[in-house]
């Protein structure tokens, strides 16, 4: 059975008919789900993939950068499972979500853990930067209102946990919490039996995100919140002891934030470069997540 297969398995009919459903979901009555997931098998092919588009199949943000401009429903290249995936571009010279990539913080229903899965596929000629290199990945989980953008986490304006990568495409996670040692977000390597992750081109990887925030005694943020990540069914990355929140803030956001930099422009991708997404999930079980169950 395909992954694709399995996922629409997993789910009841009446879920089904809340994820998928044809209506788009108004901003006060966002479904309640622990559960949802995106295969990216609708519009038809050659179509943008916009916000509205997004609602329809279950998943809500109130702004977006880079959609209406920047998406795709592509058949072009193999999809990681079914027919169609979703192609962003990040053009030549540019950085930031305003004018590289897509950016959409996606609603959850908050709680206190929250798994991520996506896969990715790397253009073949996907360029790492031109003399600076970096840039983030997919989607991340975030809390609250998002601590990022070099802001300083207090534990009242939430959190983000970001997935980048570096020179040569190494592979790391980007988080922001009240903790940081500088003005941006830390960042852990992500590795394999000893050996540092770099992404490949033109290849699917599967990436998984748990992160759990810690608990909060009296007003006092205690240091028990985690972000682990697992790249390709393999465990990659663990940070423990983290504050988060300092508040009632859970996790509560699917952050799609993906573009090149960076601050300066010798962040921008050399030539335009794309990535494919597909057989996105989020879930507050380990049990719901295809990429951690072998079904890869």
């Excluded at 979703?86 to 609603?107: H, K, M, N, Q, W």
């Excluded at 009242?156 to 922001?176: C, H, K, L, P, Q």
């Excluded at 390709?232 to 952050?255: F, H, I, M, P």
């Amino acid at each position: 059975m395909t992954a694709k297969a399995l996922l629409a398995s997993a789910l009841s009919s009446a879920v089904l008919l809340t994820v998928l459903g044809a209506a788009p979901a108004a901003a006060d009555t966002v479904p309640s789900l622990t559960y949802r997931y995106n295969t990216f098998e609708r519009p038809a092919a050659g179509s943008t993939y916009t916000l509205a588009e997004w609602e329809k199949d279950g998943w809500y943000a109130p702004y977006g950068l880079g959609m209406d401009e920047r998406t795709l429903i592509d058949d072009s290249v193999p999809a990681h499972g079914g027919e169609k995936s979703l192609r962003v571009f990040y053009p030549e010279g540019e950085i930031g979500p305003r004018d590289s990539g897509a950016l959409a913080p996606f609603r959850l229903t908050p709680a206190r853990e929250y798994y991520l899965s996506y896969w990715a596929r790397l253009s073949e000629d996907f360029s790492w930067g031109s003399t600076s290199f970096g840039g983030k990945l997919g989607l991340g989980l975030a809390g609250g209102a998002a601590c990022s953008g070099g802001r300083t986490c207090d534990g009242e304006n939430g959190f983000t946990s970001r997935m980048i990568w570096r020179r040569d495409g190494r592979a790391a996670v980007y988080y922001y919490h009240m903790d940081k040692e500088g003005k941006y977000g830390d960042e852990a390597v992500l590795r394999v039996d000893g050996a540092d992750v770099h992404y490949p081109r033109n290849e699917w990887v599967n990436i998984v995100q748990r992160l759990r925030t810690n608990t909060v005694t009296d007003g006092r943020a205690n240091p028990d919140g985690e972000i682990e990540v697992f790249y390709n069914g393999e465990s990659a990355a663990l940070v423990t002891g983290l504050r988060l929140v300092s508040n009632d803030d859970l996790v509560d956001k699917a952050y799609f934030s993906t573009f090149f930099g960076g601050s300066t422009e010798k962040f921008a991708p050399a030539n335009d470069s794309y990535v494919w997404y597909d057989d996105l999930e989020a879930s507050t079980s380990r049990a719901d997540v295809c990429g951690l169950l072998g079904c890869l």
